[in-house]
């Protein structure tokens, strides 16, 4: 069943829903992409998000922006700034708060600390010494003693061809040095036998119902989710499964409560046009979805929707558990007194919403 959804008329806002958290004008070829959000010990929210763009350093040291909410979310102060950050999610370990990346597009991959509640930072810690990887504010996974997290490598040349792999690290390591984390082997897209599918990126480590690591990605350009499956040290392809917006960037997350995963995705629904040509390109409608087991996945509700394609969008969205609610960052698509943004890809803001009450029938 599908709820009422909040449908917002271009001409009848003056701001996107939710609370504005960065805004960046288009004229600066700068954009607003990687948000990520975590809850810190005591109810405090720190999101942030990176540049990218041909204005912006993303292709040889990227700039990353940390963000603070010390009242549930309804204001936020800019509390830090730094380069060698990009493709981003924050997440919490021992009492610190981390950042892991990479240090541009395709570059090498980082992460760096926080004591103090993401005030002040440590400097990047670089994990590998040559570039070529790829990832997004994906979620961390702990299972057998380990943390988890998924990435890719991309082969020099043209878009796609990404090789997915898993990184893990000892719960007692030092989760910034080098030689605490451990990769899989990389896994390339098995073509012929997963179409549609072009490629595969922006991977999910996720454990599964029976204690499983899987890594589910998604596949570009049609609305299904890859699940590959940890076997030794490699992974394996296992199956497509339709999933609403799996042609655009999601994060999975088990509730106990409930006892389901969860997920705020963009399906490619079939009253727009476009959506039929270029699912990967629609991204004006933001859903809940969930599933008992990561193969079987129902929309809950919608939860915004912008009627126009072109330059409204509410996507790579990530978010927590809150209680009753989830809470999510948003890298928006919207009207400002700019004109917008010159596509909906190109974001220009990065935006807090609440999804309240997200479990009610």
């Given at each position: 069943?599908?709820?009422p959804?909040?449908?917002?008329?271009?001409?009848?806002v003056?701001?996107?829903?939710?609370?504005?958290?960065?805004?960046?004008?288009?004229?600066?070829?700068?954009?607003?992409?990687?948000?990520?959000?975590?809850?810190l010990?005591g109810?405090?929210?720190?999101a942030?998000?990176?540049?990218?763009?041909?204005?912006?350093?993303?292709?040889?040291s990227?700039?990353?922006?940390?963000?603070?909410?010390?009242?549930?979310?309804?204001?936020?102060?800019?509390?830090?700034?730094?380069?060698?950050?990009?493709?981003?999610?924050?997440?919490l370990?021992?009492?610190?708060?981390?950042?892991?990346?990479?240090?541009?597009?395709?570059?090498?991959?980082?992460i760096?600390?926080?004591?103090?509640?993401?005030?002040?930072?440590?400097?990047?810690?670089?994990?590998?010494?040559?570039?070529?990887?790829?990832?997004?504010?994906?979620?961390m996974?702990?299972?057998?003693?380990?943390?988890?997290?998924?990435?890719e490598?991309?082969?020099?040349?043209?878009?796609?061809?990404?090789?997915?792999?898993l990184?893990?690290?000892?719960?007692?390591a030092?989760?910034?040095?080098?030689?605490?984390?451990?990769?899989?082997?990389?896994?390339?897209?098995?073509?012929?036998?997963?179409?549609?599918?072009?490629?595969?990126?922006?991977?999910?480590?996720?454990?599964?119902?029976?204690?499983?690591?899987?890594?589910?990605?998604?596949?570009?350009?049609?609305?299904k989710?890859?699940i590959?499956?940890?076997?030794?040290?490699?992974?394996r392809?296992?199956?497509?499964?339709?999933?609403?917006?799996?042609?655009?960037?999601?994060?999975?997350?088990?509730d106990?409560?409930?006892?389901?995963?969860?997920?705020?995705?963009?399906p490619?629904?079939?009253?727009?046009?476009?959506?039929?040509?270029?699912?990967?390109?629609?991204?004006?409608?933001?859903a809940?979805?969930s599933?008992?087991?990561?193969?079987?996945?129902?929309?809950?509700r919608?939860?915004?929707q912008?009627?126009?394609?072109?330059?409204?969008?509410?996507?790579?969205?990530d978010?927590?558990?809150d209680g009753a609610?989830?809470?999510?960052?948003?890298?928006?698509?919207f009207?400002?007194?700019?004109?917008?943004?010159?596509?909906?890809?190109?974001?220009?803001?990065?935006?807090?919403?609440?999804?309240?009450n997200?479990?009610r029938?």
């Amino acid at each position: 069943m599908l709820f009422p959804v909040l449908l917002l008329a271009a001409l009848a806002v003056d701001l996107p829903p939710g609370v504005v958290i960065d805004h960046q004008p288009a004229a600066t070829r700068q954009y607003i992409g990687s948000p990520s959000i975590i809850i810190l010990p005591g109810g405090d929210y720190v999101a942030s998000h990176d540049f990218f763009g041909a204005g912006s350093t993303q292709s040889v040291s990227a700039v990353s922006r940390v963000f603070r909410s010390t009242d549930k979310g309804a204001t936020w102060k800019q509390a830090a700034e730094f380069k060698d950050q990009f493709w981003s999610n924050l997440f919490l370990h021992k009492d610190a708060l981390y950042l892991m990346g990479t240090t541009y597009e395709y570059g090498r991959m980082m992460i760096r600390k926080s004591t103090d509640k993401g005030f002040t930072w440590s400097a990047a810690s670089y994990l590998t010494d040559t570039p070529g990887f790829h990832t997004a504010p994906v979620p961390m996974a702990i299972s057998k003693g380990r943390i988890w997290r998924a990435f890719e490598f991309h082969p020099e040349g043209a878009w796609g061809n990404f090789e997915a792999f898993l990184v893990s690290a000892s719960l007692h390591a030092d989760l910034t040095k080098p030689g605490s984390w451990k990769m899989t082997q990389r896994l390339a897209y098995p073509g012929a036998a997963a179409p549609p599918g072009q490629t595969w990126l922006e991977g999910n480590a996720v454990v599964g119902p029976r204690g499983e690591i899987f890594d589910i990605l998604r596949v570009h350009d049609t609305e299904k989710a890859a699940i590959t499956r940890l076997e030794g040290d490699a992974l394996r392809f296992v199956e497509l499964v339709e999933f609403p917006g799996g042609a655009k960037k999601f994060t999975i997350r088990w509730d106990k409560k409930s006892r389901r995963y969860w997920t705020l995705s963009n399906p490619a629904l079939p009253e727009f046009p476009l959506s039929a040509k270029n699912p990967a390109s629609v991204r004006n409608t933001l859903a809940l979805m969930s599933s008992p087991d990561l193969r079987a996945w129902r929309v809950e509700r919608r939860v915004l929707q912008h009627p126009d394609v072109a330059k409204h969008a509410f996507q790579y969205v990530d978010w927590q558990f809150d209680g009753a609610d989830l809470v999510a960052a948003i890298r928006t698509g919207f009207d400002d007194e700019e004109g917008g943004p010159p596509r909906a890809h190109d974001a220009n803001f990065l935006t807090f919403f609440r999804v309240a009450n997200f479990r009610r029938p």
